[in-house]
């Protein structure tokens, strides 16, 4: 109605959880970006739960989800569960999506989508168990008829989104000299 539709960071993935800029808590934003992956590791290290990343914390000014991200893939359990709660968070707020619309493609983008490989299996194990829809249209499963339902990572990574607002006053403008040629006809 108004163009606000399709903003899956504030769907609420955790009632009680993290307070949101919106104003809303537990918003899947504050569980799958790059903001919350450092916010995340930041609260391990509060814990005592994560030595690797808090000797990274010190030892680099820049203490990002990238640095995060290299420890997951190189084996930091506490990393690599950063990133497990991350899947999980897109799994619900995907898995919610794909129960409602049954769209046949969701993209994933923004900064967090370059860190794929370490939140992907996750995102993908607990989706098969939060959505029927997807359980029986995910491209593994044995029902080779079947159309399925693909989840993947924008080709852009965290460039999408400006390429896609860049595109939208092309694309209106096409729209109104598509709707205005058949009014004339």
């Known amino acids: 109605m108004n163009g606000m539709a399709g903003e899956l960071g504030h769907f609420t993935i955790y009632p009680d959880g993290h307070p ?3 104003g809303n808590n537990g918003c899947l934003e504050q569980y799958a970006s790059a903001t919350a992956v450092v ?9 005592g739960e994560a030595s690797e990343l808090e000797r990274s914390a010190k030892d680099n000014v820049e203490f990002s989800a990238r640095v995060i991200y290299t420890l997951a893939i190189q084996g930091d359990v506490a990393a690599q569960k950063i990133f497990e ?3 999980k968070a897109l799994a619900i707020g995907i898995g919610a999506m794909v129960n ?30 939060r959505s029927s829809i997807y359980r029986l249209t995910a ?6 008829e079947k159309k399925h339902t693909i989840v ?10 400006l390429y896609g607002a860049a595109r939208l006053p092309m694309i209106e403008s096409l729209t109104q000299t598509e709707t205005f040629r058949t009014v004339r006809q």
């Open 39 to 47: 916010r995340m590791a930041r609260e391990a290290i509060a814990r």
């Open 152 to 161: 993947t990572r924008a080709l852009l990574g965290s460039d999408a989104g």
């Open 139 to 144: 491209p593994d499963h044995p029902d080779r």
């Open 85 to 87: 709660k991350v899947g």
């Open 20 to 22: 949101c800029g919106c």
């Open 100 to 129: 409602s619309l049954n769209l046949p493609i969701y993209v994933i983008g923004g900064g967090v989508s370059s860190a794929w490989d370490a939140f992907a299996p996750a995102m993908f194990a607990e989706m098969k168990w």
